[in-house]
């Protein structure tokens, strides 16, 4: 059975950061890619980031500059970096890993 569980959300104030991680187990994250995504209630989940088999990276233009995916084949786990927090960035992040499972999510909120 696939389990994605993600941490690290929390509220944070502008200019801050996070490192939200996903930690996977019953599939191997090194023989994925893996994306992490975001959604606010009622809209749809956007990507955010992912990483390929190879390391290829992919940013949506809004986090570009600023956030970092990275895996930790060791750990079977993926993480994303959150630097140079915005308001806009409030969300629910989601792991997704390739066979179409999910996390449940974790909550990131930056308000002042």
């Known amino acids: 059975q696939v389990q994605l569980v993600e941490s690290g959300g929390g509220l944070v104030q502008p200019g801050g950061s996070l490192r939200l991680s996903c930690a996977a187990s019953?599939?191997?994250?090194?023989?994925?890619?893996m994306g992490w995504y975001r959604h606010t209630p009622g809209k749809q989940r956007d990507l955010v980031a992912s990483?390929?088999?190879?390391?290829?990276?992919y940013y949506s233009d809004s986090v570009k500059g600023r956030f970092a995916i990275s895996r930790d084949n060791a750990k079977n786990s993926v993480y994303l970096q959150m630097n140079n927090l915005k308001p806009e960035d409030t969300a629910i992040y989601s792991c997704?890993?390739?066979?179409?499972?999910w996390g449940q999510g974790t909550q990131v909120t930056v308000s002042s």
């Open positions: 990483i390929g088999t190879t390391g290829n990276m």
């Open positions: 997704r890993s390739g066979g179409n499972h």
């Open positions: 019953g599939i191997e994250v090194s023989v994925y890619s």
